[in-house]
């Protein structure tokens, strides 16, 4: 059965502290892997997409990476406003597409 | 620019009452999407749609129909509401060319059954 599962569900830090979020998968056929941020009462925002393994995406403070079992959001020196929630989502053929249940990021001053 | 407009943005609704779910895109994508979304679940697909006149069922479609009579309008109906339809729900769309594209999403109704 596809399926898709984040770690850790919550993950506090200190401003500057860097960390990773991780996303693990196991799929029949990985179209793409897409990483997303959750506001509170928003919906979900586009942040990358990855589609085979040893492909690495940046984007100010996040760097995603993807190998063929898991992918990472590395976030570098986050600060306040990187608080959210990170959502990775699997497209498994053409219309499908799983998503974990989300890692909660607070970032404290 | 509107992108993915969702209305309304909060509901309670009476077990056994409908309602009709309004998604709206102004960015001329052909895939439309609707998401429910638990807490401490991930997005569930509900309904897809690959342009007018076209739709299909996603994971958890029981309780739902769908109808996609525009490229603009993916509206979600709910026929007689059960207390486990109680969540949040999302409408999503994708550009066209291929399905395998980032979606842009809605902020969501949050609908109560009680």
């Known amino acids: 059965e596809d399926q898709v599962t984040q770690s850790p569900e919550a993950l506090r830090l200190q401003e500057g502290e860097s960390s990773s979020l991780n996303c693990s998968y196991t799929?029949?056929?990985?179209?793409?892997l897409f990483w997303y941020r959750q506001d509170p009462g928003k919906g979900p925002e586009f942040l990358f997409t990855?589609?085979?393994a040893g492909e690495e995406k940046e984007k100010e403070r996040l760097k995603a990476t993807l190998t063929k079992k898991e992918s990472f959001l590395h976030i570098t020196a986050p600060k306040p406003e990187d608080s959210a929630t990170y959502l990775c989502?699997?497209?498994?053929?053409?219309?499908?597409?799983?998503f974990g249940a989300g890692t909660r990021l607070t970032v404290k001053p | 620019n509107a992108g993915v407009t969702q209305t309304p943005k909060f509901r309670i609704l009476k077990i056994g009452q409908s309602m009709t779910l309004q998604c709206a895109q102004d960015?001329?994508?052909?895939?439309m999407y609707w998401y429910r979304q638990d807490p401490g679940m991930g997005l569930k697909l509900i309904y897809y749609s690959v342009g007018a006149g076209i739709t299909d069922k996603g994971e958890v479609p029981n309780g739902y129909n769908v109808s996609r009579s525009t490229t603009e309008d993916f509206p979600l109906r709910l026929e007689l509401a059960a207390p486990s339809q109680t969540s949040v729900y999302f409408c999503?769309?994708?550009?066209?060319?291929?399905?395998?594209?980032?979606?842009?999403f809605g902020d969501g109704t949050r609908l109560s059954i009680l």
């Open positions: 999503a769309s994708s550009p066209p060319g291929s399905s395998n594209q980032p979606q842009h």
């Open positions: 989502a699997v497209q498994v053929n053409n219309n499908d597409m799983r």
């Open positions: 990855l589609y085979s």
């Open positions: 799929v029949s056929g990985l179209r793409g």
């Open positions: 960015m001329n994508h052909n895939y």
